[in-house]
């Protein structure tokens, strides 16, 4: 079902995208290093079960905004490229004259 939206609603949908994957990515990329750093000196061992968790997680955080970038791009592929990069002309439809 398709809904029409306000042009500041979209924006506003893809700046909360936009945030939660860049949360989500950071989260991931700090839990990587405290693995690592962990599993290198010893202190920490993996636990799978949460590992898993945590790439749900990740997923779930980040698929909404890579959908939202693929839809995106599909309909900037079916507009002609002069419409896509703004130097289409268009001329304004004439009255008829009858």
Known sequence: ML???KPFARRD???LLRTIALVGLVALLSWLALG???T???TL???YHATLRLAL???TLMGPHALLTEIRERRLRR???DERFGFA???PPRPSGT
């Open 57 to 59: 997680a990740a997923l």
């Open 40 to 42: 290198a000196l010893g």
């Open 13 to 15: 949908i893809e700046d």
């Open 89 to 91: 002309v268009h001329d």
């Open 36 to 38: 690592v750093a962990g």
């Open 79 to 81: 507009i002609p490229p």
């Open 45 to 47: 061992w993996p636990e």
């Open 3 to 5: 809904v029409a939206m």
